[in-house]
């Protein structure tokens, strides 16, 4: 499942100068297992502050903003004017969310909370000249401890990057309580496996395939994160895998490799190191890869051997003749099947045009190259280039037609 959506930022381009920060952001988020609420607090201060940030509420778990500057508040949105050198919001978000299915995608108890930092800290775009020096300090009971895909300054408090947006957010999955973490760099990435203390969480287990399968999945994506934290828990969390920046959930009773063969958590990896999300019709592309490579890089990793690799691209074949399209807004079961089928066709096209100097590692890595969206066109284009001359493999007729 792929939750990374970009909302609507103000992008600016960036320098290639030393840094310089414009201004200090300052995120204070005071967790409280008795309330299920973070008191959330964002400061500004410097002389280039920006004058005007517009806050989305739409997922409706924020309330009580408060700031002694300008705030103006219609519908899903507020509109905040900070005056002068230092400016200072306020509001409470509600941890607790359940899907549909019953299942937590964040929750606190008495002892742990699972979240997600993108959603503690409101979707923001700000009118700013120059970029920000972010940094988001945890405040919560004195026996809590925190982890996060971030370089810590000092215990519960991290100094927060992205090279592409001048007002910096923090991004990906959080966990914070009485937990147990193990941690390792593995391939360069700073790997760390958290959970809940007392709960039944394999995280050696989650190293050691780590430490197994990451390096082969890096030299596909060289741009794959520097911190990776892998967030795992038990009921009733959702029970399933969900990738997020720099990071992903996992329920603890995954098994890290499936009955069919493909690995659950491969999958997600492959989502954090490509970074991509489809147009309305493009899912079939990112769960494609994803499903391929939880194969393909067991393969290469001598996780499985040809034979039963072959047989498990065989059986999401025939699974994959249920999907009459790949054209869809969400991509799962058969569409996902016959996707990672189409996935194997072109990287053997790939490769046998051109004479085995490229495959679909290259395609792969130029989308995670630049992340963001990817669209049939896109995709085409890449692989054509890969190829040296037109794929088969992505003819409209082959994506949308059943086979004969
Ligand atoms: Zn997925």
């Known amino acids: 499942m792929m939750l990374i959506r970009l909302l609507t930022f103000t ?122 020096n972010a940094r988001l300090k945890l405040e919560m009971p004195n026996d809590w401890s925190s982890a996060l895909p971030y370089p810590k300054i000092e215990s519960n408090f991290y100094q927060l990057s992205d090279p592409t947006r001048r007002f ?82 996992m329920h603890a009773d995954r098994p890290l490799i499936s009955g069919n063969r493909t690995s659950s958590m491969i999958h997600e990896l492959v989502h954090v190191g490509t970074g991509i999300h489809g147009d309305d019709q493009s899912d079939w592309i990112v769960e494609g890869l994803a499903e391929f490579y939880s194969l393909e890089i067991l393969r290469r990793t001598g996780g499985i051997s040809e034979t039963r690799y072959e047989e498990a691209m065989d059986k999401l074949a025939q699974w994959g003749k249920k999907a009459p399209t790949l054209l869809v807004k969400r991509s799962s079961g058969p569409v996902t099947a016959r996707a990672a089928s189409v996935m194997l066709e072109l990287d053997k096209e790939i490769r046998k045009s051109s004479d085995g100097k490229a495959s679909i590692d290259d395609v792969a890595r130029e989308l995670a190259s630049t992340r963001g969206e990817v669209t049939l066109e896109r995709f085409r284009k890449l692989s054509e280039r890969a190829a040296g001359q037109p794929v088969k493999t992505l003819a409209l007729e082959n994506l949308t037609s059943k086979e004969p």
């Open 168 to 249: 910096v957010r923090p991004k990906g999955w959080m966990i914070v309580g009485k937990i147990g973490s193990r941690q390792d760099i593995i391939a360069g990435t700073d790997t760390r496996i958290s959970g809940p203390k007392d709960e039944n969480i394999r995280r050696q287990d989650i190293l050691a395939f780590l430490n197994w399968n990451l390096p082969e999945l890096k030299k596909i994506f060289p741009l794959f994160p520097e911190h990776l934290l892998i967030v795992t828990a038990d009921d009733p969390m959702w029970r399933g895998g969900l990738s997020g920046t720099r990071s992903l959930f």
């Open 11 to 132: 992008v600016l381009a960036f320098t290639l100068a030393p840094v310089t920060w414009a201004y200090d952001l300052l995120y204070t988020a005071k967790i409280d297992p008795d309330t299920k609420l973070a008191r959330v607090e964002l400061a500004l201060s410097g002389k280039d502050i920006p004058s005007k940030l517009s806050i989305n509420l739409s997922s409706g778990r924020y309330k009580d903003l408060k700031s002694n500057d300008p705030l103006e508040i219609k519908g899903d949105k507020a509109i905040w004017r900070p005056k002068g050198r230092k400016g200072k919001l306020s509001y409470s978000f509600i941890i607790d969310n359940q899907r549909s299915n019953g299942g937590y995608d964040s929750r606190i108890t008495q002892d742990w909370a699972i979240l997600r930092s993108d959603k503690l800290i409101a979707p923001i775009s700000a009118t700013s000249r120059g970029r920000s």
